[in-house]
């Protein structure tokens, strides 16, 4: 993994790709202004894992280029089972923002790849400068939860 900062269209393309993250519609133009600066682009190896099944959330991701597969275990003595492919534009990792939970998957990389990344602890000053954004992104991470728990349950 290489972590390198982001220019000018890197920063144009990521800012459109945001907001149509439900998580960032909360946000105003400034309080995205002051995010901006702290994402990073990294790259990853082909079957190199970005986070894995249970490891303490501390990011969000967004694919720039590449592809990734999310693989998902229901139990100690099952096997791990592919539940999604994302491709440029998608995202992942977004609760990690306001919640150091476990991550429910393992994320691996089906080729070489470039993530836009946020990290959970540079994304907290938004959140303490702005109460009203933090309310409605834990409305918004409240919902997240009851559907992905009612979808794992079926």
Sequence with gaps: MKRIPL???QLGTLAHMLRRVDFFSPLTVGDMDQV???IMSETFAPGENIFAQGE???AFYIVETGKVE???KRGFFSFSKMVAQLGPG???GEMALISTDPRNATVTCAEATKLFVLVAADFQFVLKKN???AAEMQRIAERRKF???HLTNQ
């Design 70 to 72: 999310v693989w998902l």
């Design 7 to 9: 220019k000018g269209e």
């Design 36 to 38: 901006l600066p702290y």
């Design 56 to 58: 303490p959330g501390d």
């Design 131 to 133: 109460p009203q954004t």
């Design 90 to 92: 998608d995202i992942f």
């Design 147 to 149: 559907r992905d728990a």
